[in-house]
């Protein structure tokens, strides 16, 4: 079709039909919209529409998933066979698939109880960034006060561009992303990425002090370590190739906090299931998704239900900051949510 190509070849040299690709291309022909609505349509088919219901359990009618806890060397469980922790949620086509998940009967309710922004939390108790701590401790919008910082100007006049941008970096910082990597994420100039990018470090100097500190440390003893003590070892750290050592340094950064969110929410799981079990309760708790826990409730144990797992979440791992869970209620998963 004579089509311009704005992307990367592939590695035999090929004209790739990746996303960005294809991202590329929807501004000159249609053709790359039509394909990319077709690639989410029929993953979601094959995936889960066609799978899961193959995979009901003939005893119990339902699907069981397994967790693993050794896959993932943040420490975080994985769900395998089926995966239902990357059961869509961005898109408006994958959240249907949620509203496949019901309770077992009508007189149970969803509840799903969920830790808001644990990792930029986190990142305010590891770094003790005064800034960031005393947005948190006010109960700001972290991204609008971060972009107020970065863009020196008031809350009140900070754009949905500014605020968009400002999460980029939070969100970036966590996983070691510089200029080059937000420049790409955000569709700007490498310069204003790098501009942006300074001015978040002065406006908030614990979280480089933090990162510099962490690569120091695991340097010296070859290892990080979580809130809990729990050791991640990075043999790479002093590797002689740049590109290595470089992903072993994100690493060392991102392995506390990563890490201690999952202890957080792992001590909170055991918790509640040894407070279900005592108090005698019918509630079960039936999945887990990184940060968010979903339960099956008989609707007459709701209210103390919802209520005391609030309360074990936000307790499970003590910070110097006020840790904050959200929970909601319904007839399926994506009502819940």
Known sequence: MKLPFEGKKTSTGQLSTNEDALLALEKHHPIAAKILDYRELAKLKSTYVDALPEMINKKTGRVHTTFRQHIAATGRLASDNPNLQNIPIRTDRG?????????????????????????????????GDENMIEAFKNKLDIHTATAAKVFNVDEKDVTKEMRYKAKSVNFGIIYGQGAFGLAENLGISRGEAKTIIDNYKKQF?????????????????????????????????????????????????????????????????????????????????????????????????????????????????????????????????????
């Open 95 to 127: 959240k249907k698939i949620r509203e496949a998940f019901v309770p077992r009967d009508e007189n149970h309710i969803l509840l799903s109880a969920d830790y808001s922004q644990i990792e930029l939390r986190l990142v305010a108790e590891l770094s």
């Open 205 to 337: 100097p614990g979280i480089q002090k933090y990162m510099d500190d962490t690569i120091s440390f695991a340097k010296t003893n070859g290892y990080v370590e979580t809130l809990m003590g729990r050791k991640r070892w990075l043999k790479d750290i002093t590797s002689a190739n740049f590109t290595v050592r470089g992903f072993a340094e994100r690493n060392a950064i991102n392995a506390p906090i990563q890490g201690s969110a999952a202890d957080m929410i792992k001590v909170a799981m055991i918790q509640i299931h040894n407070w279900l079990n005592q108090e005698k309760l019918k509630t079960r708790m039936i999945l887990q998704v990184h940060d968010e826990l979903l339960f099956d409730v008989p609707n007459n144990e709701l209210q103390l239900v919802q209520t005391e797992i609030k309360t074990l979440m936000e307790n499970a791992l003590p910070l110097s900051i006020p840790v904050v869970v959200e929970s909601g209620i319904g007839n399926n998963w994506l009502e819940a949510h």
